[in-house]
């Protein structure tokens, strides 16, 4: 039943989003002066062009495929994600690590029964578990290579975990999910601490000269990538456990 | 200089430390009061004594310094007043000893407010204590009964309005004429008037509005009765006579120069038309407050609005801008000062024997409680301006200055309120004191020795004033003569006007008095002897009207004494009443609360507010 | 110097172990704050300030970098001792997730006023509100959810708007850091630039409890615990107010204190900032429940802080300081206040708890104490914030003028309902004798007594605050110039 | 010593002639009213009898009251200048004359009030209340002539009066006379305005507890009061003689008048009176002030 | 291109805001939500778009000669934790929600705390 203040609250809404694109439109035809939102700025101001060329620390510094440079990253989003804002991202696990920890504090400890799997789900659990398995390990070994990296491998081999409990196997207990979770977390940051001893500031990449393009190449990054990896996979499937009934 | 304001300050730390045993708290008042009138006393004729305090607050670019200096003016307020708290100091020892609760450290903190006000030299050191002495006397009227604070909080508002208004005031004089100091600001106000009459006007109309809810004059006339019924009594004795001067001190130190001497066009050749609206609100008051006065049947609401009057009779003093009226007004603070004190006192000491503060429920305490009698007489006597008191000397000349200054509607209210007040003094005395003894009061005592040696120095002080004026006046006009007035030292007994031959000597006045007492008391004796008989065997022809079923004080006609000259204004008092549209301010506020409480107890509209804010951005940028 | 991450990094570091050590999780956050608040006298005595901190070893544009100048510590001991101060509130044993979000929230607003880069600001602000979302819902009965839910939504859609604003900068500027911002806001064009500031400082406005934006404050004050309450007080709010200064004073404002250009989102601010202040006055006028009346207050105070800093005057913006540290001091001693009534009371309302005064006159005379400073009494530390914010205003344009009237009025309301709640406490009532222990009398009388001191002698203060206000004056030498050396 | 001789002997000559008026008085009411009316000297003989018989009194109010109004009116009549010279060499000022006839009201208000008896009281609030009425219209009236003459002393008002009836007050005032002579009337507690007193409704107001000696006095101080009030009448309009008896005639004339109004006129209520005060005498005089101020 | 790009993520951002606005189902304003969280996501990365780049990712020596054609990876990494925040957001605003069932057995927002049984 539509009662007339949802009508009027609709209304009222549609008015504030009109006026706001109005107002939007009117800023990005503007004629004054001075950089519009609509114009791109040239790429060579921006701060990106330093993180495509890898020549934050001297200006004139160039690389080759295979030499190494600042940051041996070949995927250079990886670069920008896990070395040069690296902060922003231990940042971003500890977002993720508060938000489940709250969602396993506030949600009703009500579990409900798995109902029993069908026999196909039953048959190929484990070999679809194997192979989510082997793409999240595949996505975040080489996250500096490929496109990918921690969490999403962290997501996909969480999906692995979800198989094994809707299938009621109990693959791992939840007990040592928080366990895993803590020590990835704790790892993380003690990585940077050891960079801020070892280098003189935090989370400073202390392993160089590896060449751009192969395996291990990209300093501390796979070893960040996979500690991410490990969290996230333990952090979303704790939530498959808050629902999952021995 | 500033130990007179650091003594205070420490007993009322020290009293609230000791705040359970009521002896000490209050024998440490009386010592800390007594201190400060010899201290003040000693301070007479140093007039450049001065203490400053340099902060580094930035205020205006300059650095701010908050200064005490001893200026005359504020001495003759200081010591007077010092003169009264003492007396009730004295008489709130005996009053207080069975109280529930103890105002003492807030009235010394009070007191500390007071002499910081006498004695500021910049503005900013009298706003801090105006509004120090704001909130803690609402502390001392509720004093922990909870009935008292609807009133309190009227007063609270009010006073705190007042303290904002004056604020408002302080900061454009500061940023206008580049000073806070007080003297110095009033001349380059007058400079200013011609630059910017605009704000010249609204600095002064600020100015007046702050002081005139303090000294409760015509629109802000209606605190006084709300807060005297409720407030512990010794403490409203000492409010409603000195507290209410605060509004009065800086309107004689600051405005009444300024106004003085502004070179704006005369009407009638009178005076400007400052001066006529000041005089207008005064007029006003005084007949409001007179009128009011009358209709009142709580003994504590009529004699608020018996100052609100007196306060109306300074202001015509003030609003005749001559010398003599400007004399008057402040010869008039001393002399309400001194009789609101005593009449405020003798309540006291009815309510703390009989408990009771309605008029019509009281009757006969005469002949239980002569000395309070005696001192209610003289302060009726005294208020309504009788000769051999002190109420007259300070009226005539208020109403000499009016009529030398041909401001004619002034006077005839002045007078209409004189008399008027007569009326509702009167209606007082019978009502409390003469009349039927009530059977409940059969067993009243006069107050104990504490209480009633106060109120014998204020009868005595009185007449003392009354006879001699020379007391008050020759401190005045030594006081105004060092401020740079043109004024001549006024002698003992005499006081004089601008009028030909218009000096009367009190002193005659009182032996004609004395004479015509002794050949009246002669023609008594030589009338036959009388005898004494109790009161209710006359009219009923010896029968006892208990055995009709209706104790004695039935025959007490004191419930609606003027009943028909209420019927006369009531019409009136009806239509306009600037009391009900503050009370309805305040209701509107309170009106409105629940409704924004319900916006954000169920804060469903979070969202939707948070966009509405957006486009407030959005559309401020298109309009403003 | 480059240690200063540390105060970021160990109390995240607690909040991984808090999971297992259920027990003593209250010692380890005694042990952090404490570690915190020391390093951070540390760092203040040792007198390197200004100075830059580039995390990750990369300069300043590109990389994400810290920076400590006075502005920076002064907030950062505020916040810390805060701290300290609301965890000697708790007394009964929580459970480990409460610590883990006290943890992050200690981390994250120390974050927010250390970091020098608006993405990892954004990044800060977000923590927070997960931190308080998960510590107002922490009693998890009906009132808590609530107000957790619907403060979550409002946070996250005022955040989508800070995001879209932080990718339009990166749009045009190409930068994220606040210097690099600061030196290369002025080639903006004016109306993209108002639209920039627009959607940053309506998402800023949700935290610093301004009027369209606050409707969260008053279900988050009163669905919390005590020790919650003064941690949104301490540190939430001061973190809000730091953010404010530093983005809208110097990020956004180019040299001029008015908030660059576009003199006309000075005046909406000026406009909701009196607006805040009246409508909260009235809100808390016949309101029983004493937390829901601070709450209304503490929005009051921040809408005159906020009305001081837009009016573009430096002296004003000293009067805004004042009101800050007046306020910081004063609610911290009404919550304990009201916390320690409403345990012996057994309700909130403020009626119940009338004679407790008597009982225990140190608490209701800090109470009393601390109701003057925040109405602006002389003799108290709020009177020279009204002082000056009052005394600029009225010298400005015809709004500012309105808005002093409205200021003043509002706090002659904020006078009636504060003595009337210190009066109830100082009434005769009949209250059976629990004991309350001595020692949480003390603190609020000492915080009373600073309020007192400053309030008398303001000199101490003054300095403090004109050394951060020249901060604010010249910010190309003082910020800019810390953090992008002269190329 | 001399003073108080002179004091003593002013004293005796207001009472007497007062009391002579009194007589004179009835003696012409009588005659309006078509019968003989007692002697003239009745008053004296009224009085001699009340002060020999034994009175009753309940309390020393009572007393102190009635000394008290004696003695106000009396030190009111001091100040009254009686052909040009007073008791004391003072200035009389007439400001100071209407506050002091106050005493002599606030004392006979106060022994009415102690006395306990409800009629007092009602005529005591109705004698107030006249009292605001006729105060107004009579102030207007000497303010305009205070205003007129530029001094507040009775004494210069009547000098300024001298030579012929021409320049008389009176005659150069005469609306201001008119308002004057109404508020006389309720002054004087005559006819039209003796709401207080009213014999018929409340047994003769605040007199009605008195006896003996006390009605004597309350006699004595209604002569002074008659004494003072028409010497100030004189002193204002007719330019307060030369020589004693004419001051004497002159205030018989003034008498005379009131006596010839108060024998025809009915009694006004008490509201009434106070609107009648002040709307006809009062905006007489206002007429009266405005042609004096331009 | 980058128009279409722009102006399909404001019009995503839009309908979520109407979402929230005007629903009053809270999983259906959680969902709003959602639907602006990937608004936004949308928008910021074509904030970073150039006309025919390639992706920032470095496969040869050739890749490294054509640097400025590739798309700029910051507002990639931006929308990398931004998507994480979206996902920390809608777990627990939905466990907060089941508990809101729970305790105002009612799932509508304006389902008041204090009063009793109000609200659908």
């Known amino acids: 039943m539509k009662d007339e203040t949802s009508v ?239 | 200089m500033v130990e007179i304001l650091l003594v205070p300050l420490i007993t009322a730390f020290i009293s609230d430390i000791f705040i359970k045993n009521k002896r000490l708290v209050w024998f440490l008042f009386l010592i800390s009061n007594g201190y400060i009138l010899y201290k003040l006393y000693s301070l007479y004729g140093k007039w450049d004594l001065t203490y400053i305090l340099n902060t580094d607050y930035q205020i205006f670019g300059a650095k701010l310094s908050l200064g005490l200096s001893n200026n005359p003016l504020g001495w003759y307020f200081a010591f007077f007043s010092a003169v009264v708290t003492l007396v009730i100091a004295i008489f709130s020892i005996g009053f207080n000893t069975n109280s529930k609760g103890n105002v003492a450290p807030i009235w010394m903190l009070i007191i500390f407010a007071n002499l910081g006000i006498f004695y500021a030299a910049d503005w900013i050191t009298f706003f801090m204590m105006w509004e120090l002495m704001g909130w803690t006397s609402f502390f001392a009227i509720t004093n922990g009964n909870t009935k008292a604070l609807d009133g309190a909080k009227y007063y609270l508002a009010l006073s705190l309005l007042g303290g904002s208004s004056m604020l408002i005031a302080i900061l454009l004089l500061g940023a206008y004429t580049k000073t806070f100091i007080i003297i110095t600001s009033a001349y380059r106000l007058i400079q200013l008037f011609n630059l910017a009459e605009g704000v010249f006007t609204t600095i002064l109309l600020l100015f007046i509005m702050a002081f005139f809810i303090k000294s409760a004059i015509f629109p802000f006339y209606m605190w006084p009765s709300k807060v005297y019924a409720v407030g512990p009594e010794d403490y409203i004795a000492f409010m409603s006579s000195v507290m209410i001067k605060y509004g009065i001190y800086p309107m004689a130190i600051f405005i009444v120069p300024v106004i003085g001497n502004l070179q704006l066009p005369k009407i009638f050749n009178a005076g400007n038309w400052m001066q006529y609206f000041i005089g207008y609100l005064g007029a006003l008051s005084a007949v409001v407050g007179t009128l009011l006065a009358m209709f009142q049947t709580d003994m504590k609401k009529l004699f608020a609005y018996s100052s609100v009057a007196n306060m109306g009779y300074i202001l015509l003093g003030f609003a005749s801008m001559s010398i003599v009226g400007f004399e008057g007004s402040l010869f008039h603070v001393v002399n309400h000062i001194v009789l609101k004190a005593a009449i405020f006192l003798s309540l006291a000491a009815v309510v703390y024997r009989t408990g009771e503060s309605e008029m019509h429920k009281l009757g006969g305490l005469v002949y239980k409680m002569p000395i309070t009698f005696l001192t209610f007489l003289f302060g009726i006597i005294a208020a309504a301006g009788i000769p051999p008191l002190n109420g007259f000397g300070s009226k005539w000349m208020i109403i000499q200055a009016l009529m030398e200054k041909k401001m004619v509607v002034l006077v005839i209210s002045m007078v209409f309120a004189s008399t008027g007040a007569f009326m509702y003094l009167f209606r007082a005395l019978v009502s409390i004191f003469l009349g039927q003894l009530p059977e409940r009061y059969k067993d009243v005592k006069e107050v104990p020795y504490t209480m009633s040696i106060p109120m014998i120095i204020m009868m005595g002080l009185m007449l003392l004033i009354g006879v001699v004026p020379g007391v008050v006046m020759k401190p005045l006009t030594i006081a105004l003569d060092a401020l740079g007035y043109k004024v001549d030292i006024a002698t003992w007994t005499t006081l004089s ?128 | 110097m480059n240690s200063i991450v540390f105060l970021v990094v160990i109390p995240i570091i607690a909040a991984f172990l808090s999971l297992f050590l259920g027990k003593v999780n209250k010692l380890i956050a005694y042990i952090v704050t404490i570690f915190n608040l020391s390093f951070s006298i540390v760092v203040l005595v040792s007198g390197k300030i200004p100075f830059n901190v580039a995390i990750g070893g990369w300069r300043a544009p590109y990389g994400i970098n810290f920076v400590v100048s006075d502005i920076t510590i002064f907030f950062l001991l505020l916040i810390n001792v805060a701290a300290v101060l609301s965890l000697t509130t708790i007394k009964e044993h929580m459970e480990y997730q409460f610590y883990a979000f006290y943890f992050i929230l200690l981390a994250a607003t120390n974050g927010m006023v250390l970091t020098g880069d608006i993405f990892n600001f954004y990044l800060f602000t977000e923590l927070t509100t997960f931190a308080i979302g998960g510590l107002v819902a922490y009693k998890r009965d009906r009132l808590a959810t609530g107000a957790s839910l619907k403060y979550l939504i409002l946070s996250s859609t005022a955040s989508t708007f800070s995001l879209a604003a932080i990718g339009l900068i990166y749009k045009t500027l190409g930068t994220l850091n606040f210097a690099d911002i600061a030196s290369k806001i002025s080639n903006l064009n004016k109306a993209s630039l108002s639209l920039i500031l627009i959607l940053f400082i309506s998402s800023m406005l949700v935290e610093l409890k301004i009027f369209p934006f606050n409707i969260w404050v008053v279900k988050a004050y009163d669905a919390s615990i005590p020790a919650v309450n003064l941690f949104l007080h301490g540190m939430v709010s001061t973190a809000g107010v730091y953010g404010a200064i530093r983005i809208l004073l110097m990020v956004f404002s180019k040299n001029s204190i008015m908030l660059s250009q ?222 992008l050396p002269l190329k | 010593m001399i003073a108080a001789i002179r004091v003593f002997g002013y004293s005796l000559f207001a009472i007497f002639i007062g009391l002579l008026f009194m007589g004179i008085g009835r003696k012409i009411i009588a005659r309006i009213q078509l019968r003989l009316g007692p002697p003239f000297y009745q008053a004296f003989l009224d009085v001699g009898k009340l002060f020999a018989r034994k009175s009753i009194t309940h309390n020393f109010v009572m007393d102190l009251g009635m000394i008290m109004s004696l003695a106000g009116l009396l030190s009111t009549m001091l100040f009254v200048p009686v052909a040009g010279h007073m008791a004391i060499k003072t200035s009389s000022n007439l400001i100071l004359i209407i506050y002091l006839m106050a005493i002599g009201h606030l004392g006979m208000a106060m022994a009415a009030a102690a006395s306990g008896n409800p009629n007092a009281t009602i005529g005591v609030s109705r004698a107030l209340t006249m009292m605001l009425g006729y105060e107004i219209p009579f102030f207007t009236v000497m303010l305009g002539l205070i205003i007129f003459n530029g001094t507040s002393s009775l004494e210069l008002i009547a000098q300024s009066q001298a030579g012929g009836i021409l320049n008389w007050n009176m005659v150069k005032f005469p609306l201001g006379f008119l308002a004057a002579e109404i508020a006389l009337q309720a002054i004087m507690g005559e006819k039209p305005f003796d709401a207080m007193v009213a014999p018929a409704e409340i047994a003769s107001g605040p007199m009605v507890e008195l006896g003996g000696k006390y009605l004597g006095l309350a006699f004595l101080t209604h002569a002074v009061s008659i004494f003072v009030e028409t010497g100030i009448m004189v002193n204002l309009f007719m330019g307060g003689a030369s020589n004693v008896f004419t001051f004497v005639l002159k205030q018989f004339e003034i008498y005379l008048i009131t006596i010839l109004i108060e024998a025809v006129f009915p009694r006004f209520r008490i509201e009434q009176a106070v609107k009648f005060l002040w709307t006809v005498p009062m905006s007489i005089a206002v007429v009266q002030l405005a042609i004096i101020l331009l | 291109m980058t128009q279409v790009f722009i102006l399909s993520s404001l019009s995503l951002m839009f309908i979520g805001l109407y979402g929230v606005l005007t629903r009053k189902n809270l999983l259906k304003i959680i969902i709003a939500l959602n639907i602006i969280e990937t608004g936004i996501n949308l928008l910021l990365v074509s904030f970073g778009y150039i006309d025919h780049g390639i992706t920032p990712i470095l496969t040869s020596q050739e890749s490294i000669l054509n640097l400025n054609k590739m798309v700029d990876p910051v507002p990639q990494a931006i929308v990398l934790t931004s998507i994480v925040i979206g996902l920390g957001t809608t777990a627990f605003a939905l466990a907060l929600a089941i508990r809101y069932k729970i305790t105002h057995n009612s799932i509508s927002i304006n389902a008041s705390e204090e009063e009793e049984g109000r609200g659908i």
Not at chain 2, 500 to 524: H, P, Q, R, S, W
Not at chain 3, 386 to 395: Q, Y
């Open chain 2, 497 to 624: 006007s601008s009028f030909k031959n218009a000096t009367i000597d009190l002193k005659i006045v009182f032996y004609m008095f004395a004479m015509g007492i002794v050949v009246a008391a002669l023609m008594y004796l030589f009338g036959n002897k009388s005898e004494t008989i109790p009161q209710h065997d006359n009219y009923t022809a010896g029968e006892n009207p208990i055995e009709w079923g209706v104790d004695a004080d039935k025959f007490n006609y004191s419930y609606s004494f003027y009943q028909p000259f209420k019927e006369m204004f009531d019409p009136l008092f009806e239509r306009i009443s600037i009391d009900r549209f503050f009370s309805s301010i305040g209701k509107n506020f309170e009106y409105i609360s629940p409704t924004i409480q319900g916006l954000y107890k169920r804060g469903e509209g979070a969202v939707l507010l948070f966009s509405i804010g957006v486009l407030l951005f959005i559309l401020g940028g298109w309009i403003l």
């Open chain 1, 8 to 246: 009027l609250v609709n209304i009222i809404a549609f008015l504030i989003l009109f006026v706001i694109g109005i107002y939007i439109y009117s800023v990005a035809i503007d004629t004054g002066a001075g950089i519009k939102i609509t114009d791109n700025i040239t790429p060579t101001m921006r701060v990106a062009d330093k993180y495509l060329n890898k020549n934050v620390l001297d200006d004139n510094s160039t690389y080759q495929w295979g030499g190494t440079a600042e940051d041996t990253a070949a995927n250079i989003v990886t670069s920008v994600v896990v070395d040069y804002r690296l902060f922003d991202t231990t940042l971003e696990v500890i977002v993720l690590f508060i938000t489940i920890l709250g969602f396993g504090f506030v949600i009703p400890k009500d579990k409900r029964k798995i109902i029993k799997p069908t026999t196909i789900l039953n048959r190929w659990a484990p070999i679809l578990m194997l192979l989510m398995l082997m793409i999240g390990g595949y996505t975040f070994i080489n996250g500096h290579l490929s496109p990918g990296g921690g969490f999403p491998a962290g997501a996909i081999i969480s999906t692995a975990i979800l198989t094994g409990v809707l299938t009621g196997r109990r693959t791992i207990s939840q007990k040592s999910l928080k366990i895993i979770e803590a020590i990835t977390g704790i790892s993380i940051f003690s990585i940077g601490i050891i960079s801020y001893f070892l280098t003189g500031s935090f989370f400073q990449n202390f392993i160089l000269n590896d060449k751009i393009g192969d395996l291990f190449s990209g300093g501390l990054i796979p070893i960040f990538y996979g500690l991410i990896a490990f969290k996230v996979a333990a952090e979303l499937s704790n939530i498959y456990f808050e629902f999952y009934e021995e």
């Open chain 3, 262 to 483: 576009s003199s006309n989102i000075a005046n909406i601010l000026i406009l909701l900032a009196f607006i805040t202040v009246i409508i909260s006055e009235i809100g808390a006028l016949t309101e029983k429940n004493l937390i829901k009346v601070l709450a209304f207050s503490s929005m009051a105070q921040l809408g005159i802080f906020l009305f001081g800093i837009s009016l573009g005057n430096y002296e004003a913006l000293k009067g805004a300081f004042y009101i800050v540290i007046s306020n910081y001091f004063a609610k911290f001693v009404m919550f304990i206040v009201a916390k320690n009534y409403s345990v012996i009371a057994g309700s909130r309302n403020y009626e119940d708890m009338k004679g407790l005064g008597r009982k225990y006159p140190g608490l209701a005379i800090a109470f009393t104490i601390s109701a003057l400073s925040l109405m602006g009494m002389p003799f108290f530390a709020g009177f020279w914030g009204k002082l000056s914010i009052v005394g600029n205003a009225l010298l400005m344009d015809k709004i500012a003028i309105i808005g002093v009237i409205i200021i003043l009025i509002s706090s002659v309301i904020e006078g009636v309902y504060y003595l009337r709640i210190s009066h109830t406490f100082f009434s005769d009532g009949n209250i059976q004798d629990t004991k309350l222990s001595r020692i949480n009398c003390v603190l609020p009388i000492i915080l009373a007594a600073v309020i007192l001191i400053i309030g008398i002698y303001p000199n101490s203060i003054e300095n403090i605050i004109w050394t951060m206000i020249n901060e604010i004056q010249n910010t190309p030498e003082k910020y800019i110039q810390v953090i």
